[in-house]
């Protein structure tokens, strides 16, 4: 109903950086947005400046922050394309693992029907299975997978993201889309003057501190109403005036002793102009700064090299280019004016000069989206700010470079959801945009195939947070529906940390990926040794206890060492992989089923080991050694040495397997240099826990096994045969190595 002077923050409901003036007299259609609603106050924006008087139009939730809470409530949780592979993985590894067992029982159950056997060997080969069964399943996944990304979060605690849901710790590093917030994450959120025009001179950014630019400084310091209370406290673009003179060697309150204050005339929209007079030893002296042009139009002399004189046509012409200048960079710009006088009347005043002002980008900004650009990564900027002022930033950064590129929330409203779907795939910068209109462009980068991650810190951003694949709160000028929203949290609000936290993610996503390889060649290694042995009517290679050691202790801890590995120099070098793509996919089937292999191989070849060396060459007399019952013990300590050996190699295999997966591409000689002191640890515990159950007495008992040392050189043929998977794998990077550079010579 009534304005005065009324300016509200609109900050965490529009996205806007400045103050928003009120106009009780302006009437607008019922279609304008939130943001351009002049005559509209709404909740939890507070009054930064002025007064009015108004009609409560709508409460709770049929307010503007009401509607955000029901869109909010909307959102459900989405399950990451990790947790869909892992739930698939599990689904296909059971119907395997039942296959399996039926399969390995059947054969079993063959040979004991063919050999005539007692009841006895029913069940054992019933257990058999059941050990397959074990050996099948990698019991350590879930729990190794879980204990990555835990580790994964605590890697991101270094480049300042906190992670509040863990499973988004993988999918960031499948973002192919980052929707950014402009003010605070994009920029600094703080007005600052760049440029100046003063005595017939441009400063630009770099000289924006020169000592010339004194009077123009200190001028508009004092014509300011920002407070300095242990800080400086005010509207932005007055702190910005301050933080001018301030770089110039004048505080605010050096210069208020000197010339104090006697009268102001406030700003108002009509005369878009502020006034102060000030007291000084040779008189009063008034300064007015406001919008250049109506700061022209009551100003009728010019300062030059230190005199007034009357301005001319050329003058102005000059002024109105430069503030033109100014405009087209998106900067907002203010005029100053003096007079002498002991009154303020804003009438006669001698121009000084302009100062443009803007909310910078950050430093790190501008690396951060090149260095993204080259991983693939689309940076898109979603504000609540003008387009014209959006694409200035934008374009300085590098995340556009024509206006064909920009998009307004108007433009959305009137778009069907196939033309934002199809704007989307080159829309760079959406401007004066709804928190509507940011959920529509986040469901549409999604709808596109993407996995969209979305920066913000107001309540206004709380639904497109929650609609994204992956929601990033600011930590600092956050709202807490906002960061309550979010599956990570910036604790610096940098842009930057976001680019760290993607790299971070793409190198969580790569240890849990040969985590996973590793635990299933493992375990397809055991399935192998114990399927062969079945076929060919041999007793069983590994017993349950046997597998269960191998799956819970040398299997898991390698798995955790392996997440822990350092991430490559060159993982930002790639582009953002497919959502859909297999874990397998990138040479993974041949990593899992080809060391699954050798592992296997070598196991049995450990188990037939003693009974070829005693002369035994046919199945049927390695059998007949193998069921030897010594008749000093009654223990069939023949096929306990054979197990004995195929224990050990299975083991110790796996223990150098790890080594070889910490990069499948490069020799394991490069895991000296990466300095992961867990691997170490996870290799000579596991060695030195092996040696424990083969070597202690009583220990050895429950495993039923025979200790080596009996016979060194047992040691060496276990050695030997365990060294294998990592000896294939040299041979297979030095075999890539050969192609790669060939392939290089013919192009």
């Not at 709202?479 to 760290?500: H, P, Q, R, W, Y």
């Amino acid at each position: 109903m009534k304005s005065f002077s009324l300016k509200v923050d609109e900050s965490s409901l529009t996205g806007e950086s400045l103050p928003i003036e009120k106009d009780a007299s302006i009437v607008l259609s019922v279609n304008v947005g939130v943001g351009d609603r002049v005559n509209e106050v709404f909740m939890s924006t507070p009054i930064v400046y002025g007064r009015g008087e108004g009609i409560v139009i709508g409460t709770g939730m049929e307010t503007e922050i009401g509607r955000i809470a029901s869109m909010l409530a909307g959102e459900g949780e989405e399950t990451t394309p990790l947790q869909k592979k892992l739930a698939g993985l599990s689904k296909f590894l059971g119907y395997l693992t039942i296959g399996i067992v039926i399969l390995m029982l059947g054969i079993k159950l063959l040979w004991v029907g063919l050999n005539g056997t007692i009841a006895s060997e029913w069940s054992q080969a019933l257990l058999d299975s059941v050990a397959l069964a074990v050996a099948a399943i990698p019991e350590g996944l879930t729990a190794v997978v879980t204990i990555v990304l835990a580790m994964g979060m605590s890697k991101m605690v270094k480049v300042n993201t906190i992670v509040r849901r863990l499973a988004s710790v993988e999918t960031l590093g499948a973002v192919s889309y980052i929707c950014s917030d402009k003010t605070g994450t994009l920029t600094q959120n703080k007005m600052t003057v760049v440029e100046a025009y003063f005595d017939k001179k441009h400063y630009g950014i770099s000289e924006i501190k020169d000592q010339s630019l004194s009077l123009l400084a200190s001028g508009l310091c004092l014509c300011s109403d920002a407070k300095i209370e242990g800080g400086v406290y005010g509207d932005p673009t007055e702190i910005a005036l301050v933080e001018f003179a301030s770089n110039l060697g004048y505080s605010k309150s050096s210069l208020e002793n000197k010339t104090p204050r006697v009268d102001e005339l406030p700003f108002d929209s009509v005369r878009k102009m502020m006034s102060t007079l000030h007291k000084t030893d040779k008189g009063n002296l008034i300064y007015t700064k406001g919008a250049m042009d109506q700061v022209l139009k009551h100003t009728v002399n010019i300062l030059e090299n230190g005199i007034t004189r009357k301005i001319t046509e050329e003058d102005i012409k000059a002024i109105i280019k430069q503030a033109s200048l100014m405009s087209s960079k998106a900067l907002r710009v203010l005029a100053l004016s003096m007079a002498k006088g002991d009154k303020i009347e804003e009438e006669n005043l001698t121009f000084v000069g302009l100062v443009g002002m803007v909310d910078p980008p950050r430093p790190a900004a501008k690396p951060a989206v090149a260095t993204l650009k080259k991983a693939g990564i689309t940076t898109v900027m979603i504000t609540g700010d003008h387009k014209d002022t959006a694409f200035a930033i934008a374009k300085e950064l590098g995340i556009a470079s024509n206006e064909n590129e920009c998009m307004s929330g108007e433009e959305i409203d009137n778009c069907t959801p196939e033309q934002l779907k199809e704007a989307v795939k080159t829309i760079r910068v959406f401007a004066r945009v709804s928190p509507q209109n940011k959920v529509a462009i986040v469901k549409a980068i999604k709808e596109n195939g993407n996995i969209a991650a979305m920066t913000g810190d107001g309540v206004n951003d709380a639904p497109s947070l929650k609609a994204a694949d992956i929601g990033i709160a600011m930590g600092i000028t956050g709202t807490d529906v906002a960061k309550g929203a979010a599956d990570m949290v910036l604790t610096d609000d940098n842009f930057a940390s976001i680019e760290k936290a993607v790299e971070e993610g793409r190198g969580i996503y790569a240890n849990i990926k040969k985590t996973i390889l590793f635990l299933l060649s493992s375990n397809i290694g055991e399935v192998v040794a114990m399927l062969i042995a079945a076929l060919i009517g041999l007793d069983s290679p590994l017993i349950a206890i046997h597998l269960l050691w191998v799956n819970l202790i040398t299997d898991s801890l390698p798995a955790v060492a392996l997440g822990a590995d350092k991430k490559p120099d060159d993982i930002m070098d790639d582009k953002p992989r497919d959502p859909k793509e297999s874990l397998f996919s990138h040479g993974g089937y041949a990593i899992t089923f080809g060391y699954g292999l050798v592992i296997g191989l070598i196991t049995l070849a450990a188990f037939l080991l003693k009974p070829i060396m005693a002369g035994n060459y046919t199945l049927a007399d390695i059998s007949s050694y193998l069921n030897y019952i010594d008749p000093v013990t009654n223990k069939p300590l023949q096929l306990e040495e054979a197990q004995s050996m195929a224990f050990c190699v299975l083991a110790m295999s796996e223990l150098f397997h790890m080594l070889g997966m910490t990069n499948t591409k490069k020799s394991f000689i490069n895991v000296f240099k990466d300095k992961n002191v867990l691997l170490w640890i996870a290799f000579f515990l596991g060695m030195g826990l092996q040696f424990a159950v083969i070597e202690i007495p009583g220990v050895n008992d429950i495993f039923k096994v025979y200790r080596l040392s009996d016979e060194p050189m047992d040691y060496l043929y276990v050695f030997v045969l365990a060294l294998m998977p990592l000896v294939v794998h040299e041979i297979t990077v030095f075999v890539l190595f050969i192609k790669k550079h060939l392939q290089k010579n013919r192009a």
